[in-house]
């Protein structure tokens, strides 16, 4: 099994690579809050054909050693030791949710290290609830199956709100707590125009937990980026149209050397 040495234990990956010759940059996903890098698997194997794919789980998360974090920076150190453990000089980074934040945070403190970003469900500020997290205290499993009922568009089926359920109760709930207080306390609205990179930001059309609008933002304030606006999908749009999301990141890496800014995607 692959692992990292890195602060705080071992880190845990899934990669594939293509068979012939692979296209630089390589691409690194990370996951949201709970989560770990089966969220990212059908991309990465989409990916993979041609480029170097690496899914990512951070410390706390899927098999990872470490108790997780409550900065986004801390993980953001993490993921860049992560880079700098695997020879990877720059890359492509898809952050979904709070792998978004880190992602943007990666973004703005070593811009030289990342060639582009990828922004799925996420935004520049992520305010979490005050009884989502009182309700970790008192209800742990009752909040998690909340929170994942919100995690697909409406109407969708009982057995995968289920499925993100269970794979959310798979997370110690003191990490789930520790990434919900590094989401809520994350807030770049004021910095995050400083990216210069080229950036697809990816959302659910029906997204309920980071509507639209903080896509828009996040279009609107980033000069050469892409927005995709995926139809009936909410915020774990990845596996609910997993094919959609794969074809769109894969067409956009291998333009991103485009120049000037780049229209809505419809």
């Known amino acids: 099994m692959p692992y990292l040495q890195a602060e705080g234990g071992r880190i845990y990956f899934v990669e594939q690579r293509p068979v012939r010759t692979s296209i630089p940059p390589p ?51 993490i993921v860049v030791q992560f880079m700098a453990g695997l020879g990877l000089d ?38 979490v609830q005050p009884q989502i997290l009182a309700g970790l205290e008192s209800d742990p499993r009752r909040t998690i199956e909340l929170i994942a009922a919100w995690g697909r568009a409406p109407g969708a089926p009982a057995e995968f709100l289920r499925q993100d359920a269970d794979a959310l109760l798979r997370t110690p709930v003191s990490v789930i707590e520790g990434d919900l207080r590094a989401c809520d306390a994350f807030d ?41 606006l995926i139809p009936a999908a909410g915020h774990m749009v990845m596996l609910e149209k997993p094919e959609e999301v794969g074809e769109r990141i ?17």
């Open 27 to 77: 691409v690194i996903f990370i996951h949201g809050a709970g989560a770990s890098h089966q969220v990212w698997i059908e991309q990465v194997r989409t990916l993979g054909r041609e480029r170097r794919s690496i899914a990512v789980d951070l410390p706390g998360h899927g098999r990872s050693e470490g108790s997780g974090a409550h900065r986004i920076e801390t993980y953001r150190d």
């Open 90 to 127: 720059r890359t492509v980074l898809v952050g979904h949710s709070m792998g978004g934040a880190i992602a943007q945070s990666v973004a703005l403190a070593h811009t030289e290290k990342i060639a582009a970003l990828v922004l799925v469900g996420t935004g520049a500020r992520l305010r």
């Open 188 to 228: 770049i609205m004021q910095q995050v125009n400083a990216i210069t990179l080229p950036t697809l930001v990816i959302c659910g059309a029906e997204d309920l937990m980071t509507p639209p609008k903080y896509a828009d933002y996040l279009h609107r304030q980033i000069a050469d980026s892409q927005l995709a």
């Open 250 to 266: 894969k067409a956009f890496i291998a333009n991103r050397t485009g120049r000037g800014r780049c229209p809505v995607m419809t």
